[in-house]
């Protein structure tokens, strides 16, 4: 209410009853209470939102480190040569492992590895795009692992939601992805940047007939690979001897050109020991990549000699890539080696003094993991044992 109040003076001024002051606090507490009631809700609608966030991110990183190291352990079972029952149960182990040592929502979670809802994928990629689907057609050039994190109801338990119980909501699903993958069809090595290794090839060939009797079941078992050093005995590996061992197909072969024409015993040496550089590609002029029919022409040079004998010695039990020729024309100096393949060796004995026909350079099969490689496509074989390291794909 209003009251009229005449002054002395005859003002008259207006003046509220306390009354209408209690209204007032009573509106603007009602007001308040809303808001506050408003403000509270955002807050708790963010606080979900921040959590179920905060969840995606570990799923992320739990998903990746499965992926990973799933993909590594495929790196490992491929260098073995494992059956295939063994390499996927070593991958689903591994890639179990690794998601059990991170933790979504303060709980590891357990991956499904049998049944069609696995959440372990293994198989081959036609590339390392983000929508390349995983298949079974080994043709394929890239070998790959997706494994999936879920938090459901079915799986491990839906990401727990605390505000929104007050509208019925107690959690929330969750799946995400991760793919690793690696290139096992390598057609070629691009220069390596400055400063990073250089590309571990021997600048030897091996002629193809060799290489697929070995395959075939030819070559030798003298020497073994324990792990940490080659004693003799058999391995149940087959063995080559890199050095020639006469003249034409098989056995004619030598060393080939990475780099300048007539390379010298210095730096076949070096690459020997230190693998080829970005200076001996400059040097060669031209890409070491198999062109789009699956060769390329090096040129060669005498043969293996004595001069690296101590050089090959020290790189015993090591492993190298080395050009596989399918004909060569010419000799020495003017050989031309017509490479289509690449494959992977390891170094098992080395013995250049004495007579020709005891001289050797006995290498077998093995897989190894190469930077700097260039990924072939799926129309043919450009490589054997030659794997690339294992990247996250998405």
């Known amino acids: 209410m209003i009251v009229h109040l005449r002054e002395s003076s005859g003002r008259t001024r207006f003046r509220l009853r306390p009354s209408d002051h209690r209204r007032r606090r009573g509106a603007a507490l009602i007001l308040a ?36 190291s799933g ?36 709980h590891s979670p357990s991956l499904a590895v049998s049944g069609d809802n696995t959440d372990i994928t293994l198989g081959y990629m036609s590339s390392l795009s983000h929508s390349a689907p995983i298949v079974n057609n080994a043709n394929n050039p890239f070998r790959a692992v997706r494994v999936r994190i879920r938090k459901t109801q079915q799986a491990n338990g ?38 990073s290794s250089n590309i571990d090839l021997l600048p030897f ?28 005995g058999s391995d149940g590996m087959r063995e080559m001897n890199l050095y020639p061992q006469g003249t034409g197909s098989p056995g004619n072969r030598g060393t080939v050109d990475i780099g300048g024409s007539n390379n010298s015993t210095n730096d076949i040496a070096r690459q020997i020991v230190h693998g080829i550089s970005s200076e001996d590609l400059a040097e060669l002029g031209k890409p070491l990549v198999l ?5 390329m022409i090096l040129e060669g040079d005498t043969g ?52 020709m026909n005891q001289k050797q350079v006995m290498v077998q099969p093995t897989g190894l993991v190469v930077k700097n490689v260039i990924p072939g496509d799926s129309t043919r074989v450009w490589s054997e044992g030659i794997y690339s390291p294992v990247v996250l794909v998405k």
């Open 158 to 195: 839906q990401v727990p939601l605390y505000f929104a119980r007050i509208f019925g909501q107690t959690g929330r699903d969750l799946t995400v992805e991760s793919t690793a993958a690696l290139a096992v069809q390598i057609k070629g090595f691009s220069t390596p940047l400055p400063g």
């Open 33 to 68: 209470a809303f808001l506050m009631a408003i403000l509270v809700g955002m807050l708790a609608f963010s606080i979900d939102i921040g959590y179920i966030a905060a969840s995606r991110t570990e799923a992320h990183r739990t998903a990746d480190a499965a992926a990973l």
């Open 71 to 106: 993909g590594w352990q495929m790196v490992d079972s491929l260098r073995k040569s494992e059956q295939p029952t063994t390499l996927q149960q070593n991958v689903h182990q591994v890639a179990q492992q690794y998601a059990g040592q991170n933790v979504v929502c303060s």
């Open 291 to 295: 062109d789009g029919s699956g060769t």
């Open 205 to 232: 060939a091996l002629d193809l007939q060799t290489w697929n009797a070995m395959k075939a079941g030819g070559g030798t078992d003298n020497f073994r690979w324990t792990g940490s050093g080659v004693t003799t």
């Open 304 to 355: 293996i000699s004595a001069g690296v004998k101590d050089e090959l010695a020290s790189i015993i039990g090591q492993e190298r890539v080395i050009p596989i020729f399918s004909s060569v024309q010419g000799n020495g100096n003017n050989a031309k080696y017509n490479i289509c393949q690449w494959v992977g060796v390891r170094i098992l004995h080395v013995k250049l003094t004495g007579a």
